[in-house]
């Protein structure tokens, strides 16, 4: 243990975090000084525009527009990147931490894209690099995976990882309202990032289903090996008949593990969820996580997955885990798991390994023998039907077909649906949702 009474922190970013973390660290600065026997210090704010009125006061602050100069300042013992991006942060991260100083960040895409340099690095300079608010936000599930449960192997680990998707879809079961209603509801509300695409695309969840998959199986997963599929063609029909068929939709993550053939598959999609799965009702905002260890079963965990005040929850948690590692010169946190495998040998699963069931719409000429031509096309790739809806269109001469499958293969649905789009009655793209089962 080293006698240091006085540990100073540098905020880069001023935006709806950084200003969460000043605004909870001032409020609760009596309290944590106490809990850690040392007084704390957010001395130095970084900011694009410093001139911009703001929520919080800065008058206890050292107020600037070039983050850099807090990064070598060597006053400074912790830094909280909280600027966003890929590049800059980049740039800025690698340079504290080659300084030596711990960086906290809820920075979920910079660690998808150069997580295994900025960890390698952390480590070469002794330093380190924690990033609990990164995935699910007030859920400590990363605490969970690295400390809390350890011992275990995850073959599968899924979840609903986007605030804003779940609010989307949540509120157009709820109001049975169109999606294009309920998102221009969600941005005016401030729930959709000002790049759409991340939420809506489901690139958001897939930066935080690479982190998970690293925490618990120790390899790296390349954005373009994942299969990544947003909400934007979800239509209020979906919602509807999903629900009769006894299910909800929710934007999935799911982290594969296979351990006889060691193999890893990481996908998100719109999924179909039984309504009595704890998992479907998790709503609005909310986000939750699964975890299937072979030690402890089953482990759920909910909370409030975006927004500042529970980001701004997981970032000073990070402080404080950073703070115990300075007083205590300890390499606890030094990296990650030790307990997985590096991850070397660990392969892509291929789409003909991965099997589940589905749920297919079509829009088609509503005539004789359509039905039959749709089910011979299924045949003919080895696919089962489980059950048909079929839905005429009013004023219209065609009809919706709603077909569930039973078990088959990503490879060969993918094909199916391929040729029913090259097919003359198929009106316009099928739509493919995925059907969840978490007992495989």
């Known amino acids: 243990m080293i006698n240091k009474s006085v540990i100073n922190i540098g905020i880069l970013g001023l935006g709806v ?3 969460g973390v000043c ?4 409020n609760n600065f009596i309290k944590l000084n106490k809990r850690l026997g040392v007084k704390l210090n957010i001395t130095h704010v970084a900011a694009r525009d410093i001139k911009k009125t703001r929520a919080i006061s800065l008058d206890n602050y050292i107020v600037t527009d070039n983050p850099e100069s ?27 931490l080659k300084s030596g100083k711990i960086v906290v960040t809820a920075n979920k895409a910079l660690i998808c894209e150069h997580g295994e340099e900025l960890f390698a690095v952390a480590k070469e300079s002794g330093s380190h690099y924690l990033f609990e608010a990164s995935v699910a936000g007030g859920i400590p599930i990363i605490k969970v995976l690295r400390e809390s449960l350890v011992a275990n192997q995850f073959k599968l680990i899924y979840g609903v990882l986007n605030g804003t998707c779940n609010y989307i879809l ?3 079961q709820r109001k049975q309202e169109s999606y294009d209603v309920i998102v221009n509801d969600a941005r ?3 729930y959709v990032e000002s790049d759409e695409s991340l939420d809506l695309d489901g690139w958001d969840t897939a930066h935080k289903a690479v982190i998970l998959a690293y925490l618990a199986h120790g390899k790296w997963i390349s954005l373009k090996d994942i299969a990544v599929e947003g909400i934007r063609n979800v239509s209020l029909k979906d919602i509807q008949w999903a629900d009769d068929l006894g299910y909800k939709i929710k934007l999935l993550a799911q982290i594969s593990r296979d351990f006889e ?25 909310f986000n939750g996580v699964c975890l299937n260890g072979d030690i402890v079963g089953d482990s759920t965990h909910i909370g409030r997955g975006a927004g500042q005040d529970p980001t701004a929850s997981a970032v000073i948690s990070d402080i404080c885990d950073a703070v115990n590692l300075i007083i205590n010169k300890s390499n606890q946190l030094n990296n990650i798991p030790d307990n997985v495998d590096t991850g070397t040998n660990l392969n892509i699963a291929s789409p003909g390994d991965i099997t589940g069931c589905y749920y297919l719409r079509l829009n088609v000429n509503d005539k004789p023998g359509v039905l039959a031509e749709t089910a011979h096309i299924l045949a003919e790739f080895n696919i089962s039907i489980a059950s048909v809806i079929q839905c005429p269109v009013l004023n219209d001469q065609s009809a919706n077909l709603i077909l569930t499958t039973h078990p088959t293969n990503e490879k060969c649905i ?3 649906v391929g040729k029913l789009t090259d097919s003359e009655w198929v009106l316009n793209p099928p739509f493919l949702l995925h059907i969840a089962n978490f007992n495989n």
């Not at 605004?23 to 001032?26: L, Q, R």
């Not at 990064?71 to 504290?96: M, W």
């Open 17 to 19: 975090v950084g200003q």
């Open 414 to 416: 993918q094909n199916t």
């Open 188 to 190: 005016k509300l401030g």
């Open 70 to 96: 807090i990064v070598i300042n060597p006053e400074i013992d912790i830094i909280c990147e909280l600027v966003g991006g890929t590049s800059f942060a980049k740039d800025l991260t690698l340079k504290a």
């Open 23 to 26: 605004k909870h660290f001032e």
């Open 261 to 285: 053939k060691n193999t890893l598959y990481v996908s998100v999609h719109p999924t179909l969820i039984e309504k009595n799965n704890i998992l479907a009702n998790v709503d609005d905002v």
């Open 170 to 172: 949540t509120q157009m």
